[in-house]
């Protein structure tokens, strides 16, 4: 089964997201903050959806930090941003992340979707 580690400091959007991800048959992993996120990490998850904003550390931070770890570099990342974080956007393009989006651009489906063509198809199952 695939490994999706969710970084998110909104915990409403968390939650559904965790909830959405888990119904499509994905192990989801939540964090709400950066320390959560790094202590989680131990065990490589498939794919990594990683808030810009955290309440401890910073998201550009966290990424650099995951990007030059070797068994975590190749780990795709699709990063969340705030309305007007192109900035942000830029900089994390720089650090080799797979996508950045604004949150409220692709809606929960289409964020689900987005996050599912980042993972192995062989390991998603579907509870029936």
């Known amino acids: 089964m695939s490994k999706i580690l969710i970084v998110e400091s909104e915990q409403a959007l968390l939650s559904t997201l965790c909830e959405e991800l888990e119904e499509r048959g994905f192990d989801v ?14 065990v490589r998850p498939d794919v990594i959806v990683l808030d810009g904003i ?8 966290l990424l650099a ?6 068994d975590l570099k190749n780990v795709p990342i699709v990063f969340l941003l705030e309305s ?18 604004i949150k409220t651009s692709y809606g929960l489906g289409g964020l689900c979707d987005l996050i599912e063509k980042y993972l192995p198809q062989k390991k998603k199952i579907r509870y029936v």
Do not use: F, M, Y
């Not at 939540?30 to 990490?41: D, I, Q, S, V, Y």
């Not at 955290?54 to 931070?61: A, E, H, K, M």
């Not at 007007?84 to 989006?101: M, P, R, T, Y």
């Open 84 to 101: 007007g974080d192109e900035s942000k956007a830029h900089a994390a393009a720089e650090l080799g992340v797979s996508k950045s989006i």
């Open 54 to 61: 955290l309440t401890d550390i910073d998201g550009l931070t």
């Open 29 to 42: 992993d939540p964090a709400t903050n950066g320390g959560e996120a790094l202590r989680k990490l131990h």
């Open 65 to 70: 930090q995951i990007k030059s770890d070797q």
